[in-house]
Protein backbone atom coordinates (compact mmCIF):
# COMPACT_ATOMS: atom_id res chain seq x y z
CA UNK A 1 0.00 0.00 0.00
CA UNK A 2 3.20 2.52 -1.34
CA UNK A 3 0.58 5.75 -2.20
CA UNK A 4 2.48 7.79 -4.02
CA UNK A 5 6.08 7.25 -4.09
CA UNK A 6 8.77 10.06 -5.22
CA UNK A 7 12.32 9.26 -6.11
CA UNK A 8 14.84 10.43 -5.11
CA UNK A 9 14.08 11.56 -1.71
CA UNK A 10 17.78 14.04 -1.60
CA UNK A 11 19.59 15.72 -4.54
CA UNK A 12 22.30 17.98 -4.79
CA UNK A 13 22.72 19.54 -8.45
CA UNK A 14 25.18 22.12 -9.63
CA UNK A 15 23.46 25.06 -11.59
CA UNK A 16 22.78 24.15 -14.99
CA UNK A 17 22.48 20.41 -14.75
CA UNK A 18 19.56 18.87 -15.92
CA UNK A 19 17.48 16.00 -13.76
CA UNK A 20 13.89 14.18 -13.89
CA UNK A 21 12.23 13.57 -10.29
CA UNK A 22 9.99 10.73 -10.82
CA UNK A 23 6.35 10.01 -9.04
CA UNK A 24 4.69 7.35 -9.47
CA UNK A 25 0.85 6.11 -7.86
CA UNK A 26 -0.86 3.06 -7.32
CA UNK A 27 -4.18 4.29 -6.52
CA UNK A 28 -5.70 4.15 -9.89
CA UNK A 29 -5.87 7.96 -9.61
CA UNK A 30 -6.68 10.07 -13.04
CA UNK A 31 -5.41 13.19 -11.91
CA UNK A 32 -1.55 13.80 -10.84
CA UNK A 33 0.27 17.10 -9.88
CA UNK A 34 3.62 18.40 -8.89
CA UNK A 35 4.25 21.36 -6.63
CA UNK A 36 7.15 22.94 -4.81
CA UNK A 37 7.55 24.36 -1.19
CA UNK A 38 8.84 26.91 -0.04
CA UNK A 39 8.94 28.39 3.35
CA UNK A 40 6.58 31.17 3.53
CA UNK A 41 5.35 30.53 0.26
CA UNK A 42 3.22 27.52 0.85
CA UNK A 43 2.60 24.54 -1.59
CA UNK A 44 2.76 26.16 -5.60
CA UNK A 45 1.57 24.14 -8.69
CA UNK A 46 4.01 23.58 -10.74
CA UNK A 47 2.26 21.37 -13.88
CA UNK A 48 -0.79 19.11 -13.58
CA UNK A 49 -2.06 16.31 -15.66
CA UNK A 50 -5.68 15.99 -15.07
CA UNK A 51 -5.93 12.71 -17.03
CA UNK A 52 -3.72 10.31 -18.95
CA UNK A 53 -2.30 12.03 -21.93
CA UNK A 54 -2.74 15.14 -21.07
CA UNK A 55 -1.13 17.92 -19.13
CA UNK A 56 -1.31 21.68 -18.43
CA UNK A 57 0.65 24.17 -16.94
CA UNK A 58 -0.01 25.84 -12.81
CA UNK A 59 1.29 28.59 -11.09
CA UNK A 60 5.05 28.76 -11.53
CA UNK A 61 5.99 26.26 -14.57
CA UNK A 62 8.96 27.96 -15.92
CA UNK A 63 12.24 25.93 -15.85
CA UNK A 64 10.37 22.69 -15.82
CA UNK A 65 8.73 20.48 -18.43
CA UNK A 66 6.82 17.62 -17.33
CA UNK A 67 5.76 13.56 -19.16
CA UNK A 68 2.88 11.68 -18.29
CA UNK A 69 4.18 8.28 -19.02
CA UNK A 70 1.09 6.72 -18.61
CA UNK A 71 -1.77 6.54 -15.53
CA UNK A 72 0.55 5.44 -12.46
CA UNK A 73 3.40 7.98 -13.67
CA UNK A 74 4.29 11.19 -13.55
CA UNK A 75 7.98 13.02 -14.47
CA UNK A 76 9.28 16.60 -13.79
CA UNK A 77 12.28 17.80 -15.76
CA UNK A 78 14.84 20.73 -14.84
CA UNK A 79 16.56 21.07 -17.83
CA UNK A 80 19.23 23.41 -16.61
CA UNK A 81 18.76 23.45 -12.81
CA UNK A 82 18.90 26.95 -11.25
CA UNK A 83 19.75 28.15 -7.71
CA UNK A 84 15.99 29.60 -7.58
CA UNK A 85 14.88 25.71 -8.52
CA UNK A 86 16.07 24.82 -4.95
CA UNK A 87 12.95 23.37 -2.81
CA UNK A 88 11.38 20.99 -1.71
CA UNK A 89 9.08 18.93 -4.32
CA UNK A 90 6.09 17.06 -3.87
CA UNK A 91 4.16 14.35 -6.52
CA UNK A 92 0.64 14.34 -6.16
CA UNK A 93 -2.21 12.55 -6.91
CA UNK A 94 -6.22 12.42 -6.86
CA UNK A 95 -9.11 10.30 -8.11
CA UNK A 96 -11.08 13.02 -9.52
CA UNK A 97 -10.60 16.11 -10.58
CA UNK A 98 -8.89 18.51 -7.45
CA UNK A 99 -10.23 16.47 -4.78
CA UNK A 100 -8.43 14.09 -2.32
CA UNK A 101 -5.28 14.72 -3.11
CA UNK A 102 -2.68 12.37 -1.68
CA UNK A 103 0.97 13.43 -1.61
CA UNK A 104 4.06 12.27 -1.66
CA UNK A 105 7.04 12.08 0.75
CA UNK A 106 9.08 14.55 -1.15
CA UNK A 107 12.06 15.50 -3.00
CA UNK A 108 14.41 17.88 -1.24
CA UNK A 109 16.51 19.54 -4.05
CA UNK A 110 19.31 21.68 -3.88
CA UNK A 111 20.90 23.42 -7.09
CA UNK A 112 24.30 25.00 -5.70
CA UNK B 1 -1.49 36.87 -5.81
CA UNK B 2 -2.51 34.78 -3.00
CA UNK B 3 -6.18 33.76 -3.74
CA UNK B 4 -6.49 32.43 -0.06
CA UNK B 5 -4.58 34.21 2.36
CA UNK B 6 -3.90 32.07 5.97
CA UNK B 7 -3.22 33.55 9.52
CA UNK B 8 -0.83 33.23 11.57
CA UNK B 9 2.00 32.05 10.19
CA UNK B 10 3.10 30.44 12.84
CA UNK B 11 1.26 29.84 16.57
CA UNK B 12 2.32 28.41 19.91
CA UNK B 13 -0.16 26.86 22.10
CA UNK B 14 -0.12 24.94 25.14
CA UNK B 15 -0.94 21.28 26.14
CA UNK B 16 -4.93 20.99 26.47
CA UNK B 17 -5.86 24.16 24.50
CA UNK B 18 -7.67 25.26 21.88
CA UNK B 19 -5.75 26.07 18.16
CA UNK B 20 -7.46 28.23 15.92
CA UNK B 21 -6.02 28.86 12.06
CA UNK B 22 -7.50 31.65 10.11
CA UNK B 23 -8.43 31.22 6.33
CA UNK B 24 -10.16 34.20 3.37
CA UNK B 25 -10.88 33.86 0.16
CA UNK B 26 -12.00 36.21 -2.66
CA UNK B 27 -13.12 33.49 -5.37
CA UNK B 28 -16.58 33.33 -4.87
CA UNK B 29 -16.39 30.18 -7.07
CA UNK B 30 -15.08 27.77 -4.41
CA UNK B 31 -17.23 25.10 -3.36
CA UNK B 32 -14.76 22.59 -1.18
CA UNK B 33 -12.53 23.62 1.30
CA UNK B 34 -9.56 20.95 2.79
CA UNK B 35 -7.03 21.92 5.36
CA UNK B 36 -4.12 19.66 5.23
CA UNK B 37 -1.51 18.23 7.82
CA UNK B 38 2.02 18.25 6.98
CA UNK B 39 4.96 16.56 9.78
CA UNK B 40 8.36 17.51 9.40
CA UNK B 41 10.08 15.50 6.20
CA UNK B 42 6.91 14.17 4.86
CA UNK B 43 4.20 14.82 2.33
CA UNK B 44 0.46 16.86 3.45
CA UNK B 45 -2.36 14.92 4.50
CA UNK B 46 -6.17 15.59 4.08
CA UNK B 47 -7.29 16.46 7.32
CA UNK B 48 -10.55 17.30 7.23
CA UNK B 49 -12.64 19.09 4.48
CA UNK B 50 -16.04 21.59 3.97
CA UNK B 51 -18.44 22.50 1.26
CA UNK B 52 -19.95 26.29 2.09
CA UNK B 53 -23.60 24.38 2.13
CA UNK B 54 -23.19 23.40 6.09
CA UNK B 55 -21.33 26.13 8.34
CA UNK B 56 -19.26 23.57 10.54
CA UNK B 57 -17.61 20.53 10.36
CA UNK B 58 -16.55 18.31 12.95
CA UNK B 59 -14.33 15.04 12.84
CA UNK B 60 -12.86 13.97 16.32
CA UNK B 61 -11.23 17.27 17.79
CA UNK B 62 -11.00 19.17 14.38
CA UNK B 63 -13.57 21.38 13.33
CA UNK B 64 -14.11 23.57 10.88
CA UNK B 65 -16.45 26.47 10.98
CA UNK B 66 -17.25 28.30 7.39
CA UNK B 67 -18.73 31.94 7.63
CA UNK B 68 -19.69 32.37 3.43
CA UNK B 69 -20.79 35.92 3.30
CA UNK B 70 -17.63 36.82 5.15
CA UNK B 71 -15.61 34.46 2.78
CA UNK B 72 -13.34 32.82 5.83
CA UNK B 73 -12.97 29.21 7.32
CA UNK B 74 -10.95 28.12 10.25
CA UNK B 75 -9.74 25.37 11.92
CA UNK B 76 -9.99 24.88 15.52
CA UNK B 77 -7.99 21.71 17.35
CA UNK B 78 -10.05 21.50 21.01
CA UNK B 79 -7.46 20.51 23.81
CA UNK B 80 -4.42 20.58 21.41
CA UNK B 81 -1.31 17.91 21.95
CA UNK B 82 2.37 17.46 21.42
CA UNK B 83 1.26 15.18 18.99
CA UNK B 84 -1.01 18.19 16.65
CA UNK B 85 2.58 19.46 16.05
CA UNK B 86 2.40 20.10 12.23
CA UNK B 87 2.24 22.68 9.66
CA UNK B 88 -1.46 23.21 8.56
CA UNK B 89 -2.29 24.32 5.13
CA UNK B 90 -6.00 25.58 4.40
CA UNK B 91 -6.98 25.17 0.86
CA UNK B 92 -10.36 25.70 -1.93
CA UNK B 93 -10.84 24.53 -5.09
CA UNK B 94 -13.84 26.19 -7.60
CA UNK B 95 -15.69 23.26 -8.62
CA UNK B 96 -14.44 20.31 -10.19
CA UNK B 97 -12.93 21.92 -13.47
CA UNK B 98 -9.71 24.20 -11.52
CA UNK B 99 -7.14 23.15 -9.72
CA UNK B 100 -6.25 23.31 -5.82
CA UNK B 101 -5.08 26.48 -4.23
CA UNK B 102 -2.98 26.06 -0.83
CA UNK B 103 -2.76 29.01 1.46
CA UNK B 104 1.08 29.68 2.96
CA UNK B 105 0.76 27.27 5.82
CA UNK B 106 0.93 27.94 9.85
CA UNK B 107 3.32 26.02 11.80
CA UNK B 108 1.62 24.81 14.99
CA UNK B 109 3.79 24.05 18.04
CA UNK B 110 1.92 22.59 20.84
CA UNK B 111 3.84 22.49 24.27
CA UNK B 112 3.85 20.89 27.50
Known amino acids: NAGVTQTPKFQVLKTGQSMTLQCAQDMNHNSMYWYRQDPGMGLRLIYY?????TTDKGEVPNGYNVSRLNKREFSLRLESAAPSQTSVYFC?????WGLGYTFGSGTRLTVV | QQQVKQSPQSLIVQKGGISIINCAYE??????FPWYQQFPGKGPALLIAIRPDVSEKKEGRFTISFNKSAKQFSLHIMDSQPGDSATYFCAAIPGTASKLTFGTGTRLQVTL
Open chain 2, 27 to 32: NTAFDY
Open chain 1, 92 to 96: ASSEA
Open chain 1, 49 to 53: SASEG
